[in-house]
């Protein structure tokens, strides 16, 4: 089964104000990103508005992203809904459609006991035969995963992988020390430098649609252990991370890319998109990390 | 325009293990409901699992209650999405299969800000020609409504009514005080009588499904005036409120309604079921609340 | 034992700037609201900020409201701690200083368990012979009282009484269902009317300080079961009690003193005075009020 | 002015059971710690039970912490209160007491508006001629210091340190950036490799009590930039962490110190001592960690 680790960027969904998906964009962006050196794409994670697509376009949005990177990368494509029965259909269309992992995330309207929720994220596991992301954002989702759950879950055969959205850095060396087989990614909520000092294999975020390059070399200096060198940037792009949790995330990687000339339109209504004074602070905080990516050596 | 105004259960969502409504099974409820007295339905609200259907099985549960009710009662149909262009759809879909208002949800995942908030109500109210009735549940829906945007809602020509389901009986009186022309139906969070002593036109809950002629002698006794009797009944019907918020509410009215003989199924996974001794809990509260019914005269 | 029933003013507490109680002011007010008929006085409530003075100060205040009181109505001593030694013994200093009830407040840091909070208030009550009023505010203090606990503390043969601060109306309904013996006490976040009708014996709260004789005419409207007179009258009360839960509470009902002519002081710092904006309104929303009283048959 | 840095556990407040501080244990604690290398010493801490002790109880522990100190390791003692005179009086005499630093903590009962937190802090930081810790622990206190309030207070010329309590290590990073002036301490809810990492300056925690050697050994490693053998370590000590944040914090640390042969007695009730089974966990996770200390080199 395919390794997943490294850079994965949360893609956006270029949605038109029709609600036509734009697979060209999509498709320049996700090319674009394969060329700056991304080990991954995660289509229809948060910052890929999940929760404001309906099945069709969510379909879209996936089939666009396998046909563009034509594996060159692997495809991890976000699975999300209140329903069991919907979520495992999702998860083996897209399978079906070519994607080479599934990111899994509950949605819930009334609270769940414990083995509902593994029931939940079993259910998808069971369903397909690609290897399985759990994913975790108790700001916007309204179930978490416990401690014992994700231990219990870490011993199905194709769930591999868990993307902690949490904030709390501590939970991920808990979940660490708790199931040695389950692989950590990073959220934007978290530093990633931090997460893999401790043991973490990467992260899948909405900055590293805008800032690629430098995302990679940020995880090129961890993989090789050059801790003062990799702070010293992580500490500079830490600053879109701080930029993007003040707005709408889905407002603001949306807005960076139009910066950069890709038409991936506005957040889907009632979202607003940016104004202008946050337009720029966000244009302010592309040009300060800018820099850090001449330096990369080629 | 119809005025709204009584006992509006609302309605479970029957659907079977492949996920089909049972309109059969819905339509007998709806009938009883009627000959009990009840003065409106309600579709597609907490209690109907809103968040557990897609747009289709959505339609077939409207297109069911307009259908059984034949224009007895006022059917209010929930709407909820967390995209405008959705919500509107689905608006204009429910007017067009009968209903005679709209009970109108706004869903979220980000956060969102006031104006963003009110325009999607707005959104709603001006794609149809029947009354609208906010809803607002701060437990289950992650965007609340402040009294401002309540106020400012007011003024549109056919948002009339709001359904607060929140615990904060305060609040009702607060949006009493701002907005003259909102009539305030109460939740199954609050105490029926008392939001019909300061000034409520009715209710909207899930337990006037199990519960309906009591639900109806009370709200006479309070149109009546007659408190000292209304809060003796209301006191013993509050049990089953209590009841209803111990466990999932789907699951209770669903395994109420099969205790009277309604096939309604389960809730829909992965919510569970209730275990044999919630059921005995539930069965045991139906039982205490029974002789009010029976000294109802006729 | 005491009956404790009817309108309870929460007594600010007057200190100058250097820390001094005034006595003196305190005094007149006391006898002020007596001469306007309140049932009884609660010293170092939330509004009497018992959480910024010392125990001096708090013994200092005990001691001039029973002087000035002067056996004419009840007063009710807030008690208040972290640590079941402390609270026991102020209870049994206010006792002896002559209070005729205690207001058990639990402070906490670190999270409680339910046998450790049951102990506390019971320690308060087994170590005074006057009767014991239960005060849950979940808005401030940080842990709060479960039903289970609330019923078995009403075993206690001192403990009569609660005070429930939340804004849940139906959680005193059930308080009431499960705890025959208990009688409760409205706080300011309730509507009292509603309080009353389900059986409520009376209010403890805020603005009684600055509205007695209002106050007591709805309490006398509401024990003569004049429900449409006692709502025209609490629909006008209740915009007292939206203006004082907008600011601080404890500057607010301090202002609004002042205004009356009590030279009260500021709240302790770092609270800071209302600004010049906030006192016209609490100002504005008196006068709205007053002719409420003019009417009051004397 | 003393530079503060390194390991410094958070004293627990030994207190028998009719509340005199055992100054000889607590003494005893102090010279054992110094002797195993910390670098500093802090009473009055969350794990000092600050929230449980009257100020002459606090007095004496500071008084106890710095006579057995002996100017051998800086003291920084834990000043709180929700009044700004009495958290200045406390500042002022802990100072007069031999304190080399002030951990300063804002309790609060009303919420406070952002320039009212500031003006606590710099009165704190006015009455003081030692460096202030800053001290935020949104989990348990009612009031947070946002960043801006942070960087303003970071220009007062007394206040050096921050010590953040939250589970968010990102947070930490942001007040880096934002406040350059400003070192970091972490608390237990971080990892302290990873602040150490970012830039951190050490860590003020109550595990370091129990586990001294252990602690200075993982403070040397991050100092040298082993990060490969300070992880190794830390991914060990992370489970005693992990232990003491599952059971009341002051509970665990004061049974592993009695595990340890120091008579501390129990944490101040109606907080409750550990059950049976909670001292065997307490007592395996410490046996767990043991063989980390048998092998750090003399």
Redesign the interface.
């Known amino acids: 089964m395919t390794d997943l680790h490294g850079v994965f960027p949360y893609l956006v969904s270029p949605v038109d104000a029709d609600?036509r998906v734009t697979s060209d964009v999509l498709g320049r962006l996700v090319n674009d990103l394969i060329d700056a050196g991304v080990h991954g794409l995660t289509p229809l994670g948060?910052t890929g508005e999940f929760?404001?697509l309906?099945n069709e376009q969510r379909a879209a949005i996936v089939r666009a992203t396998v046909e563009a990177s034509a594996g060159r990368v692997p495809v991890v494509a976000g699975v999300a809904s209140?329903?069991?029965?919907?979520a495992v259909a999702q998860a083996r269309l897209y399978a079906k459609l070519g994607a080479d992992g599934i990111l899994a995330i509950?949605e819930s309207?009334?609270?769940?006991?414990e083995?509902?929720?593994e029931?939940?994220f079993r259910?998808i596991a069971d369903a397909v035969d690609v290897p399985v992301v759990l994913y975790t954002n108790p700001q916007?989702q309204?179930t978490d995963l416990s401690l014992d759950v994700i231990a219990r879950l870490s011993e199905h055969p194709r769930i591999h992988y868990i993307k902690d959205a949490?904030?709390?850095?501590?939970?991920l060396?808990?979940i660490?020390?708790r199931s040695e087989k389950l692989k950590v990614f990073s959220a934007s909520?978290?530093?990633p430098?931090?997460v893999m000092?401790?043991?973490g294999v990467g992260w899948m975020a909405g900055p590293a649609c805008v800032i690629p390059r430098q995302s990679v070399r940020l995880y090129e200096l961890c993989r090789a252990?050059k801790?003062?060198q990799a702070?010293e940037l992580?500490?500079e792009l830490?600053?879109i991370?701080?930029v993007f949790a003040r707005f709408?995330?889905?407002a603001c990687i949306k807005t960076a890319l139009a910066l950069q000339g890709y038409d991936v339109g506005n957040p889907?209504?009632?979202?607003?998109p940016l104004g202008a004074e946050e337009c720029r602070v966000v244009a302010g905080a592309l040009a300060a990390v800018a820099p850090a990516a001449e330096t990369i050596p080629a």
């Open positions: 609600g948060s929760a404001y309906s209140t329903v069991t029965a919907d509950l309207y009334f609270p769940l006991g083995p509902q929720v029931a939940y259910a916007f309204r949490s904030t709390n850095t501590g939970r060396l808990s660490m020390n909520a978290h530093i430098a931090c000092l401790i043991g252990g801790w003062p702070m992580q500490r830490w600053r991370n701080e709408n995330l889905a889907i209504p009632p979202q607003r």
